[in-house]
Structures are given as structure tokens and as C-alpha cells.
């Protein structure tokens, strides 16, 4: 029972910085944690928004407590505003399952309230962002992983030398760039993105996998069924 209390408190200590899809400190709008998993990563929901609000950042509506004072990223938009897609922080952050390939456009269009053909088109201008993110999820989306690697890297490097570590960022940022790396056949570079991931969230089946299967096609592959092991 005190252990679950401890969890359950780990969670509601969660702060958050909601921006919304302007980019600008959302008002009324509150995120709740839920209970911390082993690794004391929450599944996040919002509670409290006026009209649609819906939650883009962090990846996968999950987050861990940082390694410092800081609030936790999060971007919360107003269903099919328009607007925030403008935003090329907030495009970039509906888009990173896209480049992922764990959704579809037309997947993320529905959950956010935007017609398909001007999500991509917003994805689509992402390149030029001055954001390496951003940037390097545009780039990734138009089929240049070479160029989106570098972008990613950087933005990798960023969140990683931050003075208070946000291993909501590190997560979402090592993904991104190991899935660059590895459609530009780079599979052993790609694996050690993924273990940087995976350090930040040792129980995410989707950046085991992601490391498991670049091993694989470096030629690995006594140490990807290591690693499909631990579970």
C-alpha cells in the first residue's frame, strides 16, 4: 500500500510548461499524470481545457520526472484550430509518429481535427524551420534522411545537454534520429539512437524493437535477441 501511495504522489508531482497552438502559455488548461510505471514514466490526459483540447507533446502522451527544477514540455491544442498549424513546433510534434511510422496522416488528421491534405501540406513546409526538430522532421517526411540525421542530431545533442534533463525530450528526440539513421541504412549508428532511448525509458517495447531490428540488418543479431529477452 505505501509503495503505491509513493507512485501514485511521484505522478501528481508532475509540472508541466503547456504551450498551445500559438505557441503561447496555455490558461486553463491542466494535465494530469497517471500512476508511474517501473521506470516512473506516466501516461498523461488532459482534465482540464476549454472547448477541444487535445494533448500533441510529449510523444505519445508520456513523461518522466526530470532530472531537475524545470516543468516538463507539453503542447496542447484546440482540435482542428487552424492556426496551430502555423506552428512548426506544433506541426512537427503531431507529425512525429508519422515519420515514425506508427501512424498515418490520415490517422493523425483524425485525432487532431485537420483535413489530411492540410496536415501534410504543413508537414510538408517544415523543412526550413529554424528548429532542429522541427527541421529534422521535415526532412525526414520528404524522404531525405541523410539530411534529417543531421538536423536530429543536433537536436538530440541539445536536449541532452541541457542543464535539467528532460527525458521526455531525450526519448522523442534519439527516436526520431535512430528512425533517420536507420532509413539512411545506417543500422549500427542507428541501434546506439535507439540505446540512448532506451536508457531514458527502459520499458518502451517500441525502442527495443527499433534496436532489435537495427542490429538485425547490421548483422547483429545474437545481440538483438539479447536484447528482445529483457522485458
Do not use: C, H
Request: no cysteine; charged share 25%.
Amino acid at each position: 500500500m505505501k509503495l503505491a501511495v509513493l507512485l501514485l504522489l511521484a505522478g501528481a508531482a508532475l509540472r508541466f510548461d503547456i504551450t498551445d497552438g500559438r505557441g503561447k502559455r496555455a490558461s486553463g488548461v491542466v494535465i494530469e499524470p497517471g500512476a508511474p510505471d517501473a521506470d516512473g514514466w506516466s501516461a498523461l490526459s488532459v482534465v482540464k481545457g476549454k472547448g477541444e483540447p487535445v494533448l500533441v507533446w510529449p510523444l505519445d502522451a508520456s513523461a518522466k520526472a526530470p532530472d531537475g527544477p524545470e516543468p516538463i514540455p507539453a503542447m496542447v491544442i484546440q482540435r482542428g484550430d487552424e492556426k496551430a498549424l502555423a506552428n512548426a513546433r506544433v506541426v512537427a510534434a503531431i507529425a512525429a509518429p508519422v515519420v515514425l511510422g506508427v501512424s498515418s496522416i490520415e490517422e493523425r488528421a483524425r485525432e487532431t481535427g485537420f483535413s489530411a491534405p492540410d496536415l501534410a501540406k504543413a508537414m510538408a513546409g517544415l523543412e526550413s524551420s529554424p528548429d532542429a526538430l522541427a527541421s529534422g522532421v521535415g526532412l525526414l517526411y520528404a524522404n531525405k534522411p541523410a539530411a534529417a540525421a543531421d538536423k536530429l542530431a543536433q537536436a538530440l545533442r541539445e536536449r541532452q545537454r541541457q542543464l535539467t534533463r528532460m527525458p521526455s525530450e531525450i526519448y522523442a528526440a534519439a527516436m526520431i534520429y535512430g528512425r533517420a539513421l536507420a532509413l539512411e541504412n545506417k543500422f549500427d549508428d542507428a541501434a546506439v539512437a535507439f540505446l540512448a532511448a532506451l536508457k531514458e525509458r527502459p520499458a518502451s517495447e517500441a525502442a527495443r524493437n527499433a534496436r532489435a531490428e537495427a542490429l538485425v540488418k547490421a548483422g547483429k543479431p545474437e545481440a538483438a535477441e539479447q536484447i528482445l529477452k529483457v522485458r
